[in-house]
């Protein structure tokens, strides 16, 4: 009797425990029966028929983080390179998880590698660092249209290294360091010029300075000879005035000859004082019989002084 007791009891355990199915929030469970697809378990409880329902496949559905081994690939311009990313995945459908795709997992992995290889391949290595992002995306569109049918969501892929060789990574560092020297060259360049361009500016700036001085200077004595040409003019023409009037009085005639007179003896002696052969101008014999017969009155008039 206790045997056969116990013998109900584990079998009403078993199918207990073959009845009722319990799944958590980060997972869902594919049931079949009989070997048949039957349906999908959400989280929850859930009862089953015993020896016919048996839960054949349990996926995680959360977001799945794969790390995609490093791979060597081949850039546009035949640089070797390795790459290694990793890629954010999700199951969506279930069934299709279970029965579209052996091992998504893996699949993955295999299609993340063929994709990177074929994406790399048509880049060169300096656009393969400069446009990261942008491989990042073709990668992501690429498995997602393949991954579809097997009910599983490629949320983002990321290129976590990219390593070139050691030839690779010596000619980029000689490219590199020829790449300083020329811009250090186009700096000292820039600056020369600039350099020059202020100095020109500035002696252009001078030469204008010192023409518009000179160009002042000269005006200034322009007006002031004007001025003076001016003053003299003016003084001339009053003086001229002044003489016209006293020579129209009674006496200012003879006053002007007179005047002639002094100013030609004046030049006369000057003349004649600075020259080594003595001159005689036309007329000196008449002008020296007129100082003799001026003396000739004179003598009389001083002897009948003295009487």
């Known amino acids: 009797m206790l045997t056969a007791f116990t013998f109900l009891v584990i079998v009403a355990l078993f199918v207990l425990y073959n009845t009722i199915c319990i799944v958590h929030m980060r997972e869902s469970m594919v049931v079949e029966r009989l070997g048949k697809f039957r349906k999908v378990l959400e989280p929850g409880f859930h009862f089953l028929v015993p020896f016919f329902d048996r839960v054949a496949y349990v996926h995680e559905i959360r977001e799945q983080v794969i790390d995609i081994p490093s ?9 070797q390179v390795e790459v290694d990313g990793l890629v954010y995945l999700k199951v969506t459908d279930p069934k299709k998880a279970s029965y579209g795709i052996g091992d998504y997992v893996n699949a993955s992995i295999n299609l993340a590698q063929t994709t990177m290889r074929s994406e790399v391949g048509k880049l060169s290595l300096s656009r393969i660092f400069s446009e990261r992002e942008t491989l990042n995306d073709k990668i992501v569109r690429e498995i997602d249209i393949a991954s579809d ?12 290294n990219i390593a ?19 811009r250090a060259e186009i700096t ?10 202020i100095i020109s500016e500035g ?9 518009e001085g000179e160009k002042q200077k000269r005006i200034n004595h322009a007006k002031g000879k004007s001025a003076e040409i001016e003053l003299l003019a003016n003084a001339t023409a009053e003086g ?39 001159v005689l101008p036309e007329g000196m014999a008449n002008l020296k019989a007129f100082f003799d017969g001026t003396g000739k009155l004179v003598n009389p008039v001083k002897v009948l002084d003295k009487k």
Do not use: F
Not at 188 to 197: F, R, V
Not at 203 to 211: D, K, L, P, V
Not at 254 to 262: G, H, N, S, T
């Open 164 to 182: 070139p060789s050691r030839h690779v990574l010596a000619t980029l560092e000689k490219q590199m360091e020829a790449e300083r020297a020329k």
């Open 203 to 211: 002696q252009r700036q001078e030469s204008i300075n010192i023409s």
């Open 71 to 79: 791979q060597v690939c081949i850039t546009n311009d035949n640089m």
């Open 149 to 160: 049918p097997w009910g599983i969501k490629v949320l983002r892929y990321e290129i976590k």
């Open 240 to 278: 001229s005035s002044m003489v016209a009037q006293a020579v129209n009085k009674p006496g200012g005639q003879m006053a002007v000859k007179m005047q002639l007179v002094e100013q030609y003896i004046d030049e006369l002696n000057r003349v004649l004082g600075k020259a080594k052969v003595t």
């Open 188 to 197: 000292l360049a820039t600056a020369k010029k600039e350099s020059q361009i």
